[in-house]
């Protein structure tokens, strides 16, 4: 009976005793959990462009100060660097390339206003008009803020030389641009050459209808590319794609006034363009020369397809869909027509509604004599004049596609089938950029 009692309270004390190991195991779990959350936080670090000498008077020269700050921000090993641009300030940069690679993630948040020289005059004599802000070689980065980018383009619209760009990204990668206000640039507003994995979302690009050149989003040679939930209004593209462009995802787009959402022009100079994988979507194009366009020039090879246009709302828009492959850069010139062209094929117009501009017809297809467009499909088309009753009928020329549905104003001008003209090996010799 004794040895019975001695074994309970054995048995009691092994349970107790593993219950504890339990407990103090569990312990420095949690401890070790709380240990790396905390250092999570550590891996952050900000760096305020005041705190090294920026002033931000609006005359004061601060690129300096901004340098130092990049510099810093770029070779911190910490794994998010911040760089803030404080609210209450403007700040006077000349043109600065700010360069990569950095070690970590880094974020440029830009709450107070940017701006560049006042105009030609106040242009260093030494450096390039051509850009502004350009970051280059970046992997990881956001620029964001609730401040403005002020391009302060007035002074260089009448001028007959090409002024620069505001915001240029070169050979980048996993780029974020959000939540930020962009103003009247010399030329294009931001641009993203050979670059991928960018996403734009909720920015505001604004300059006069007529300025010149101002496009709002540029990107050229560049894969992966979303811009999201975005109100442009210029004097030129909305958003303008060149050659090399793959995997394009532009939504919920506000556009007008300015010239649309455009794919090229492409194939200048006899030039080889590729694009592909091009979707818009979801947008309002409202007051523009434009609606949806794809433009080449004659003399170039290369192609465009795989594009689709859909659910898009247009109000008083002159050329609502057109395809030019005519496009001459001067109004009113006559381009050469010429043996070759980039091949224009697989477009989808899907759900396109609203009302145009009666001097131009709702849906033109312009297409070269030598190089066909081919399937281009229309459904679910209902685009009508904007002032009185006088329809426009669409223009086709060398066209090739069929209507999934009925469309307004009805369209009998594409033609069926597809023509033995096309050469096939003109979209083969396309590669991917990488």
Avoid at 55 to 61: E, F, N, R, S, V
Avoid at 82 to 91: A, R, T, Y
Avoid at 112 to 117: D, H, L, N, R, Y
Wanted: proline letters at 5%; aromatic letters at 8%.
């Amino acid at each position: 009976m004794l040895r019975m009692k001695y074994c309970h309270i054995s048995a009691l004390v092994l349970c107790m005793f593993f219950l504890s190991l339990i407990l103090s195991i569990q312990a420095r779990h949690h401890s070790h959990k709380r240990q790396r959350h905390s250092h999570s936080h550590k891996s952050s670090r900000t760096f305020d462009v005041t705190k090294f000498g920026a002033i931000g008077d609006g005359i004061t020269d601060d690129t300096e100060s901004f340098k130092m700050a990049w510099d810093t921000a770029c070779e911190s090993e910490s794994e998010f660097n911040v760089i803030i641009v404080p609210k209450g300030f403007s700040f006077l940069i000349q043109p600065t390339i700010f360069t990569g690679p950095c070690h970590g993630y880094l974020v440029l948040k830009v709450d107070g206003t940017i701006m560049p020289p006042d105009g030609p005059d106040s242009w260093p004599k030494n450096n390039t008009k051509r850009l502004w802000l350009v970051f280059y070689r970046i992997n990881g980065m956001s620029l964001e803020g609730g401040g403005l980018i002020d391009g302060r383009g007035d002074k260089w619209w009448e001028l007959p030389c090409k002024p620069h760009r505001a915001i240029n990204f070169f050979m980048g990668s996993n780029l974020t641009v959000q939540e930020l206000r962009v103003r009247d640039s010399p030329q294009i507003h931001l641009r993203f050459d050979a670059c991928r994995s960018v996403h734009i979302e909720s920015i505001h690009i604004k300059a006069p209808r007529l300025s010149p050149n101002t496009d709002g989003i540029h990107i050229e040679n560049s894969t992966d590319v979303k811009i999201y939930n975005t109100v442009i209004s210029n004097g030129d593209d909305c958003v303008s794609i060149g050659t090399g462009c793959y995997d394009v995802d532009i939504k919920n787009i506000t556009c007008g006034p300015g010239h649309g959402i455009s794919i090229g022009s492409l194939g200048k100079y006899n030039s080889r363009a590729c694009v592909s994988n091009i979707k818009v979507r979801d947008s309002v194009i409202q007051m523009t020369d434009n609606g949806v366009r794809i433009k080449t020039w004659q003399g170039g090879s290369g192609y465009v397809s795989g594009i689709t246009f859909s659910n898009i709302h247009m109000y008083n828009v002159r050329n609502p869909m057109i395809i030019d492959q005519f496009y001459c850069l001067k109004e009113g010139e006559v381009c050469r027509n010429k043996t070759s062209a980039v091949v224009v094929s697989d477009i989808l117009y899907r759900n396109i509604k609203g009302t145009y501009d009666i001097r131009s017809p709702p849906m033109r297809f312009a297409c070269s004599d030598s190089v066909p467009c081919t399937n281009l499909t229309l459904s679910d088309i209902e685009l009508l004049p904007d002032q009185g009753d006088m329809v426009v009928d669409p223009f086709c020329w060398n066209a090739y596609g069929d209507l999934r549905t009925q469309t307004i104003p009805p369209v009998f001008c594409l033609l069926d089938g597809f023509p033995q003209s096309i050469l096939h090996n003109d979209i083969a010799h396309c590669t991917r950029y990488s």
